[in-house]
T-cell receptor, first 113, second 116 residues
Framework: DAKTTQPPSMDCAEGRAANLPCNHSTISGNEYVYWYRQIHSQGPQYIIHGLKNNETNEMASLIITEDRKSSTLILPHATLRDTAVYYC??????????????FGKGTKLSVKP | GAVVSQHPSRVICKSGTSVKIECRSL??????MFWYRQFPKQSLMLMATSNEGSKATYEQGVEKDKFLINHASLTLSTLTVTSAHPEDSSFYIC????????????FGPGTRLLVL
């Protein structure tokens, strides 16, 4: 079973920031938080991951709470092409035996003009 | 970098025939590859994990004799759906893991299988 909880759907206006929450209250000390998204009829796309510090890349920012029990993915300026299902996944991170990704139901983000 | 391809992108076959799907890591070596299946309006479900040069590990409920997996090289894994039936119609997706130096799994574009 997935170790994360996400809202089933969210709407966002084009050009505004999209903030996608994720709860992972049972996360272990050696588990990272990964975010993927899946645009309709495509394979999942890696977005970002983090352990405890906030992370930012060209796609998004990841904010992890100090107790690591929840996180938020931020798309700073959402576009229509960001409409997708976003998956928050926790698992052991780089450098070791990483294992498979367990996908929950994710959040369906709809970006509207 | 980190490109994974799948071939074919979609396939239609008759019931009872076998279908082979290829998954390739184009710019890195993948010691481990994963095969997922996704039915309409559902999330991805892991079918099996394949390690280069060894037998695949199948998830509970996945028939290893029906879904044959071969991972003969560090850049290629194949999934063969044997004696396909209409209930095998699904979206099959592979991912590749570069063992540490690659920070995560990268997914192929998926293969849409329709069994008539």
């Amino acid at each position: 079973d997935a170790k994360t909880t996400q809202p089933p759907s969210m709407d966002c206006a084009e050009g505004r920031a999209a903030n996608l929450p994720c709860n992972h209250s049972t996360i272990s000390g050696n588990e990272y938080v990964y975010w993927y998204r899946q645009i309709h009829s495509q394979g999942p796309q890696y977005i970002i991951h983090g352990l405890k510090n906030n992370e930012t890349n060209e796609m998004a920012s990841l904010i992890i709470t100090e107790d690591r029990k929840s996180s938020t993915l931020i798309l700073p300026h959402a576009t229509l092409r960001d409409t997708a299902v976003y998956y928050c996944i926790v698992r052991v991170g780089p450098g070791g035996s990483q294992g498979n990704l367990i996908f929950g139901k994710g959040t369906k983000l709809s970006v509207k003009p | 970098g980190a490109v994974v391809s799948q071939h074919p992108s979609r396939v239609i076959c008759k019931s009872g025939t076998s279908v082979k799907i290829e998954c390739r890591s184009l710019d890195f070596q993948a010691t481990t590859m994963f095969w997922y299946r996704q039915f309409p309006k559902q999330s991805l479900m892991l079918m099996a994990t394949s390690n280069e040069g060894s037998k695949a590990t199948y998830e509970q409920g996945v028939e290893k004799d029906k879904f044959l997996i071969n991972h003969a090289s560090l850049t290629l894994s194949t999934l063969t759906v044997t004696s396909a039936h209409p209930e095998d119609s699904s979206f099959y997706i592979c991912s590749a893991d570069g063992q540490g130096f690659r920070e995560t799994q990268y997914f192929g574009p998926g293969t849409r299988l329709l069994v008539l």
